[in-house]
């Protein structure tokens, strides 16, 4: 049983390359190389300049950043940082390709983008001492990205830019990550202007997918037995799968792949173009360990933003000096915070983020999407994402600059 479940999550994740609709409509200006490109090649295609940083965490994780320089600057802003969702990459933002893009919207607002790439990710797979294929590089959960990745990021862009704070935007995961590093790590929040989370991913126990409460089921016995064949990444990026997942959704299974990845994050079949998601095949998945989707689930199950459990009392007595697993506190991120949320998003309910809201000490912004069937992927795919989302974004963004 456990095999096949495995595989059906991982169809239903790639197969994303036929979850749109039948016909090609996007308005986005990109063409099927584009899946085949890293991230860098799409930046540089399009015109804009793109470097490449490596920067070190505490606990010796070699990350991958890459730097989008400002266009057409009238006058010195602060730079933005840019975080993914889970089992992506920076990709997320630039994917869509020039003029509908966010990292390229802001740098032609005069921005300094810096695009982060967790651990574990596609391009982030180095340690000083581990190798990747080790049981030791794979021992992290969203918890170590956010209390060593995010200020390792943020740290080498404001010393970087010689600035003593940045603007913050976050999806999913990304704008879930950073609400540890408020939490646990002090003054962190005087480093951020402000933090634009779309879809924050804290709370997600109102999950209306079916398949992701049987996930949830089935995690544990699903990961001892991939660890018990020494498998400890899951759903990784690999050269060609681009291809892989074209040939592993044909045509004629196009309704099962829809109505599958539908359940997972919600439908909204006009927004979601075949030729999008077919070209984002090239980035997504890019990686995430085991422990991480483990962790995922006890939140999902338990409704409850804390660390990991180990499920054994002495264990947690070991590692947090307490058999009660410490639960985040929101009430340290004092930062402000603008949300943004979907009605018809099964990933990151609405009324999860809502709740969200009500815990943190500084919200100053609270945006429902106008489409109220805008979904979990539609944040980074959908085709009138930019007139929907991010023109609000970028407006904020700059109010907030203007401070």
């Not at 595989?7 to 190389?33: I, Q, R």
């Not at 997320?92 to 990710?121: E, F, P, S």
């Not at 006890?298 to 947690?316: E, K, L, P, S, V």
Request: with cysteine.
């Amino acid at each position: 049983m456990i095999p096949i479940i495995y595989l059906t999550l991982f169809c239903s994740v790639v197969t994303f390359v036929l979850g749109g609709s039948s016909n090609s409509s996007t308005p986005f200006l990109f063409g099927e190389e584009d899946g085949l490109l890293t991230v860098p090649q799409l930046i540089r295609k399009y015109g804009y300049e793109v470097e490449e940083h490596l920067v070190r965490t505490e606990d010796g994780y070699l990350l991958t950043m890459f730097r989008i320089p400002a266009r057409r600057r009238k006058r010195r802003k602060h730079p933005v940082f840019m975080m993914h969702s889970l089992f992506s990459s920076s990709a997320d933002y630039v994917a869509i390709g020039r003029k509908h893009g966010l990292a390229y919207l802001l740098a032609d607002r005069g921005y300094d983008v810096w695009l982060g790439n967790a651990r574990g990710t596609r391009y982030s797979r180095s340690h000083e001492r581990y190798s990747v294929s080790s049981l030791q590089f794979w021992d992290f959960t969203f918890h170590e990205i956010g209390f060593y990745d995010i200020p390792a990021f943020v740290d080498y862009v404001l010393e970087h830019t010689g600035t003593r704070r940045l603007h913050y935007v976050g999806f999913s995961q990304g704008a879930m990550t950073i609400f540890i590093a408020l939490s646990d790590r002090s003054g962190f929040s005087d480093k951020i202007v402000e933090l634009q989370a779309l879809s924050p991913a804290v709370y997600m126990y109102r999950s209306l997918s079916v398949f992701v409460k049987l996930l949830v089921s089935v995690i544990q016995q699903l990961a001892d037995a991939l660890n018990s064949v020494q498998m400890y990444e899951f759903l990784p990026y690999f050269e060609k799968q681009y291809f892989f997942y074209q040939w592993l959704c044909p045509a004629p299974a196009q309704t099962f792949c829809r109505a599958l990845i539908y359940d997972v994050v919600g439908a909204n079949p006009s927004q979601l173009d075949v030729k999008t998601v077919r070209i984002f095949l090239g980035h997504f998945p890019a990686g995430a360990s085991v422990k991480q989707v483990q962790h995922y689930a006890q939140i999902i199950r338990n409704g409850i933003f804390r660390q990991f459990d180990y499920g054994d009392a002495g264990t947690n007595l070991q590692r947090y000096g307490s058999v009660q697993v410490p639960r985040y506190n929101l009430s340290r991120a004092t930062v402000p915070v603008r949300t943004y949320f979907g009605y018809n998003d099964h990933v990151v309910n609405y009324l999860n983020v809502l709740q969200l809201e009500q815990e943190l000490p500084n919200v100053v912004g609270s945006f429902p999407v106008s489409d109220k069937r805008f979904s979990h992927v539609d944040f980074i795919l959908a085709n009138s994402v930019k007139e929907v989302l991010y023109d609000e974004v970028i407006k904020n963004v700059e109010k907030a600059e203007a401070v």
